[in-house]
């Protein structure tokens, strides 16, 4: 698979996924792995999914405007960066967002390595 | 130097050197150096480099709102995610941007290898 379309497909399956269930979102990374979620920082599976699980919105549907990706390395990594709109709970207003994944390549499938998250405030 | 101090010095390096004169920006840029500005693609330090002194603006201000890095391998590499605003000319409202920059060490300095720039618009 050529990188746009595994960037394509990481992006919409993992934001299906947090947006219907996102307790889920763990297998896609390792204890290696580093989230930035605004200011916070941590890494490993463990302690991602549950900074993830924490966050204060029940409903949240994460809506893609564009979506870019380059090769990161020659042995197969992908870095995609992501912005668009999030819809959360029931507020009318969707809130700008830019998100970074590197991915890395791991037997048929890929996990996330970095993933640095923010939301877009106006200055 | 800790990948935070060196995204931050990096980050202001360049755009302070975009600003004043983005002729120069080559050398942070190798033969397999990507950059993505906006749709289009290139390869390379002197494409980058033609793409980045052809875009249509003579005046132009990067001013960062948020910058967040993490180490993106065992091998030194940095990634760097930056939000901010662009001033472009004479034009009364910035542009929000967001940029990602994957950077490689190589002697005492790094180089560009991935470079992917996207203005925010609203939905």
Redesign the interface.
């Known amino acids: 698979m050529d990188f746009n379309s595994l960037a394509q497909q990481f992006t919409e399956f993992y934001y299906n996924q947090f947006d219907s269930d996102r307790t889920q979102l763990g297998n896609l990374y390792r204890d290696e792995s580093?989230l930035?979620f605004e200011t916070s920082q941590m890494q490993g599976a463990k302690s991602i999914v549950e900074k993830l699980v924490s966050l204060p919105f029940q409903k949240v549907t994460h809506?893609i405007?564009?979506l870019?990706a380059?090769?990161?390395?020659q042995s197969g990594d992908v870095?995609v960066?992501i912005?668009g709109?999030l819809l959360i709970d029931d507020e009318a207003n969707?809130q700008?967002f830019?998100q970074?994944f590197?991915l890395i390549p791991e037997g048929n499938s890929y996990y996330v390595?970095?993933d640095?998250f923010?939301l877009?405030?106006?200055?």
């Open positions: 580093m930035t809506r405007t564009t870019d380059q090769p990161a390395s870095l960066m912005t709109d969707p700008r830019s970074v590197h390595f970095n640095i923010r877009n405030y106006s200055a």
